[in-house]
T-cell receptor, first 113, second 113 residues
Framework: NAGVMQNPRHLVRRRGQEARLRCSPM?????VYWYRQLPEEGLKFMVY????????ESGMPKERFSAEFPKEGPSILRIQQVVRGDSAAYFC???????????FGPGTRLTVL | DQQVKQNSPSLSVQEGRISILNCDYT??????FLWYKKYPAEGPTFLIS?????DKNEDGRFTVFLNKSAKHLSLHIVPSQPGDSAVYFC????????????FGKGTRLSVIA
């Protein structure tokens, strides 16, 4: 009865590199949300996905960021050409249909050098 | 433009006493509210929620009060325990379905033994 899994837990990248963050939702959950938490801030919504569909990406920067939730496998948040301002904790949450809030994973802490 | 505000960054309470955490919101479309608890290096954990059709919801030591006219909610923890020491986030959404959450910046609660 595993919870939401995220990996890696810590990721260090140099400016200009790519970061790939993975989220495996809880079993039976088909809805995934990604949130970002900057230091001393609350969590900010980035993107909401269902299997093979992006439902709402209104919180995601238009450039360099993309997300997917394929039919098989984890949801991926991809950040291309990372900059220092991308350093943050990235959390995903999953929920079954019709449940608000969701269950959060432990987060991936991205550090850009 | 912060739609959910937690104006107290920190709060210290003695063990056994009541902890009251406050949250204000500006968006009158919000109709579902949640409180999350977060320990360092972990994801947020759902605590309690309330729909706008209610003004109070209770779960064990935790009670959430909602004042719609004042756009204010509060979380009461009684009696407070050292294990309650964590950062508490207030969150709001429009609707109770799968909609993104808007989070406050959090209040760090310290319960002193």
């Amino acid at each position: 009865n595993a919870g939401v899994m995220q990996n890696p837990r810590h990721l260090v990248r140099r400016r200009g590199q790519e970061a790939r963050l993975r989220c495996s939702p809880m079993k039976g959950h088909s809805h995934v949300y990604w949130y970002r938490q900057l230091p001393e801030e609350g969590l900010k919504f980035m993107v909401y996905l269902q299997k093979e569909n992006i439902i709402d990406e209104s919180g995601m920067p238009k450039e360099r960021f993309s997300a997917e939730f394929p039919k098989e496998g984890p949801s991926i948040l991809r950040i291309q050409q990372v900059v220092r301002g991308d350093s943050a904790a990235y959390f995903c949450a999953s929920s079954p249909s019709g449940t608000p809030g969701g269950f959060f994973g432990p987060g991936t802490r991205l550090t850009v050098l | 433009d912060q739609q959910v505000k937690q104006n107290s960054p920190s709060l210290s309470v003695q063990e056994g006493r009541i902890s009251i955490l406050n949250c204000d919101y500006t968006n009158s479309m919000f109709d579902y509210f949640l409180w999350y608890k977060k320990y360092p290096a972990e994801g947020p954990t759902f605590l309690i929620s309330i729909s706008s059709i209610k003004d109070k919801n209770e779960d064990g030591r935790f009670t959430v009060f909602l004042n719609k006219s004042a756009k204010h909610l509060s979380l009461h923890i009684v009696p407070s325990q050292p294990g309650d020491s964590a950062v508490y986030f207030c969150a709001a959404s429009v609707g109770e379905g799968n909609t993104p959450l808007v989070f406050g910046k959090g209040t760090r609660l310290s319960v002193i033994a």
